[in-house]
T-cell receptor
Framework: RKEVEQDPGPFNVPEGATVAFNCTYS??????FFWYRQDCRKEPKLLMS???SGNEDGRFTAQLNRASQYISLLIRDSKLSDSATYLC??????????????FGGGTRVLVKP | GAGVSQSPRYKVAKRGQDVALRCDPI?????LFWYQQALGQGPEFLTY????????KSGLPSDRFFAERPEGSVSTLKIQRTQQEDSAVYLC??????????????FGSGTRLTVV
């Protein structure tokens, strides 16, 4: 089983609609969670961290469910510019593993007019 | 510099050729990471440096892959005797502190390696 799993999509979303998708992680000891955004042929960029109580950044809302080991991202009022691949990222808390972050395979979102 | 700089942006190598990929992290960033991203996949961890020390190389796929960061700044990822399955984008990331899960990563634009 992969450490971080995501539905690859694509999620086809009408402009202005709401879209939400999840990511599951396997290591119950993980403490840090992020969503990164990656545009086609570009590098990943940090979208937002995910906090235990859930957090919002403009039209983006992230939630963490530790019991079920998943995090979610919700995008409200989708814009054409939100079209991208969204990468779920989890830290590896094993000291021997150093300091690395583990990426999911990404969920592709296509916002259409 | 202002960001993480990687060179070359594109590299075409003949199978069996050796290649060297360079990463120039953000000045003062302690942690440096190399990731490999195949088409349609998420980035996969290769190796991690804290200053000049290579603390984790568990992700390097074979002994043909070698990374170094001799002075704790610029890093080079070397691939010997390239194979077609090495074709991917190689991403370098740096982080300000020792804990990337606190500070997050800043990625470079990557090197797209194509082995023919």
């Amino acid at each position: 089983r992969k450490e971080v799993e995501q539905d690859p999509g694509p999620f086809n979303v009408p402009e202005g609609a709401t879209v939400a998708f999840n990511c599951t992680y396997s290591n119950s000891a993980s403490q840090s969670f992020f969503w990164y955004r990656q545009d086609c042929r570009k590098e990943p960029k940090l979208l937002m961290s995910v906090y235990s109580s859930g957090n919002e950044d403009g039209r983006f809302t992230a939630q963490l469910n530790r019991a079920s080991q998943y995090i979610s991202l919700l995008i409200r009022d989708s814009k054409l510019s939100d079209s991208a691949t969204y990468l779920c990222v989890v830290n590896n808390p094993d000291k021997a593993a150093g300091n690395k972050l583990t990426f999911g395979g990404g969920t592709r979102v296509l916002v259409k007019p | 510099g202002a960001g993480v700089s990687q060179s070359p942006r594109y590299k075409v190598a003949k199978r069996g050729q050796d290649v060297a990929l360079r990463c120039d992290p953000i000045s003062g960033h302690v942690s440096l990471f190399w990731y490999q991203q195949a088409l349609g996949q998420g980035p996969e961890f290769l190796t991690y440096f804290q200053n000049e020390a290579q603390l984790d190389k568990s992700g390097l796929p074979s002994d043909r892959f070698f990374a170094e960061r001799p002075e704790g700044s610029v890093s080079t990822l070397k691939i010997q005797r390239t194979q077609q399955e090495d074709s991917a984008v190689y991403l370098c990331a740096s982080s300000l502190g020792f804990r990337a899960d606190t500070y997050g990563y800043t990625f470079g634009s990557g090197t797209r390696l194509t082995v023919v």
